[in-house]
T-cell receptor, first 114, second 114 residues
Framework: AQSVTQPDIHITVSEGASLELRCNYS??????LFWYVQSPGQGLQLLLK??????LVQGIKGFEAEFKRSQSSFNLRKPSVHWSDAAEYFC????????????FGKGTKLSVKP | GAGVSQSPRYKVAKRGQDVALRCDPI?????LFWYQQALGQGPEFLTY????????KSGLPSDRFFAERPEGSVSTLKIQRTQQEDSAVYLC????????????FGSGTRLTVV
């Protein structure tokens, strides 16, 4: 069965430091991949998505992610974290042909130290 | 509207009660999805509508869960005879034509069964 793994439950970084959130997926073919952010009491906001083509994807709020087929990974990065980035981040994949049937990881909670 | 609207934001139900959760998608969005997010977990897919047709209900956990979208816009998720394990945030998402256009999530309804 398809699955998404986010190995880090909670990460704390200092403001201004770089960030990398890990995501691994399990699926035979290339899935459609997404990163979402969720602030407390809010819905999910799409940061970026990858379907095909250039493996480095740029998103909103200065985030980027790189698809690596050989590692079945889709890690999210940001060069300099801001205090407002503190939130929970979810990686998700969608199996081709299953519209909207996103498989989410369990999320990584990001805390930002001043 | 500008976003996906869900009501109520919070619902407390006594075990055994029936509940109805409402989702108003973005005007013109053809696709609508329901997800269940348990505490500390990522969202899990419940069901998918394209207009008024329910094309995928593979994620509905039991026959106590029922969703409808009779006119192809507003959708209602109904849970009959609620159980404690139904306590979760129920998220609705909509999309104009599927993954290529992204999925916009609402803020969710937090259901607590006591």
């Amino acid at each position: 069965a398809q699955s998404v793994t986010q190995p880090d439950i909670h990460i704390t970084v200092s403001e201004g430091a770089s960030l990398e959130l890990r995501c691994n997926y399990s699926y035979g073919a290339t899935p459609y991949l997404f990163w979402y952010v969720q602030s407390p009491g809010q819905g999910l906001q799409l940061l970026l998505k990858y379907f095909s083509g250039d493996t480095l994807v740029q998103g909103i709020k200065g985030f980027e992610a790189e698809f690596k087929r050989s590692q079945s990974s889709f890690n999210l990065r940001k060069p300099s974290v801001h205090w407002s980035d503190a939130a929970e981040y979810f990686c998700a994949c969608e199996v081709g042909g299953s519209q909207g049937n996103l498989i989410f990881g369990k999320g990584t909670k990001l805390s930002v130290k001043p | 509207g500008a976003g996906v609207s869900q009501s109520p934001r919070y619902k407390v139900a006594k075990r055994g009660q029936d509940v109805a959760l409402r989702c108003d998608p973005i005007s013109g969005h053809v696709s609508l999805f329901w997800y269940q997010q348990a505490l500390g977990q990522g969202p899990e897919f419940l069901t998918y509508f394209q207009n008024e047709a329910q094309l995928d209900k593979s994620g509905l956990p039991s026959d106590r869960f029922f969703a409808e979208r009779p006119e192809g816009s507003v959708s209602t998720l109904k849970i009959q005879r609620t159980q404690q394990e139904d306590s979760a945030v129920y998220l609705c998402a909509s999309s104009w034509q599927g993954r290529d256009y992204g999925y916009t999530f609402g803020s969710g309804t937090r259901l607590t069964v006591v």
